[in-house]
């Protein structure tokens, strides 16, 4: 079946430094992905998108990548901060031209821990 | 805004026995969804409704579960019988309607079946 998943379970990173969390996605069909961030106890944040009519996006320090050829995508997050410690999940929303709605499959998610 | 609003956050129940969740979505999202999450797991779709209709039930056991949006606003997930392994976080999303919009999702809430 499709599944998105992520390759690093765990990433540390110093506080200031650059983060890169990355997915790979298996459905060639998706055309919309999206960039989760969970805290603990909370249920998952909105941080960015992106349509696959697009290879970048940046918003207020994370830019999202995606590589069709590939089928990768990637969020980096720019001067990591302690607040950015949480569990980040990428999820693909197959094209809705094929029926497939809005509906998320999500990946099993990196957990990032910023280190002071 | 206000948010995504789930009630309870927390619910202790013995299997067999039969739970409700509840959910307000964010005023004027159309769409609303049901996601269960297992510890250490991304977030699985149960059922999405768009307004009071169902859009997609498929991953929904329907043997146990049942969620309802009968006004089109607010929404009810029910378990019964529960078994041990329904034992998750139960997330809530809205998002604006069907097309590629974010979903929005509240805090959850966390059952234990014992």
């Known amino acids: 079946g499709e599944s998105v998943g992520l390759h690093l379970p765990t990433l540390s990173v110093q506080e200031g430094d650059n983060s890169i969390i990355n997915c790979a996605y298996s459905?060639?069909?998706?055309?919309?992905f999206i960039w989760y961030k969970q805290e603990s106890g909370k249920g998952p944040q909105f941080i960015i998108d992106i349509r696959s009519n697009m290879d970048k996006r940046q918003g207020q320090r994370v830019t999202v990548l995606l590589n069709k050829t590939v089928k990768h995508l990637s969020l980096q997050i720019a001067a990591t901060q302690p607040g950015d410690s949480a569990v980040y999940f990428c999820a693909e929303n197959p094209d809705i031209l094929t029926g497939g709605g809005n509906k998320l499959t999500f990946g099993t998610g990196t957990q990032l821990k910023v280190e002071l | 805004e206000a948010g995504v609003a789930q009630s309870p956050r927390y619910k202790i129940i013995e299997k067999r026995q039969s739970v409700a969740f509840w959910c307000n979505p964010i005023s004027g999202h159309a769409t609303l969804y049901w996601y269960q999450q297992i510890l250490g797991q991304g977030p699985k779709l149960l059922i999405q409704?768009?307004?009071?209709?169902?859009?997609?039930d498929s991953q929904l056991p329907k043997d146990r579960f049942s969620a309802e949006r009968l006004k089109g606003v607010d929404s009810t997930l029910k378990i019964q019988p529960a078994k041990l392994e329904d034992s998750a976080v139960y997330l809530c999303a809205s998002s604006l309607d069907r097309g590629r919009s974010p979903l929005h999702f509240g805090n959850g809430t966390r059952l234990t079946v014992t």
């Open positions: 459905n060639s069909a998706s055309d919309y």
């Open positions: 409704f768009q307004n009071n209709g169902v859009v997609d």
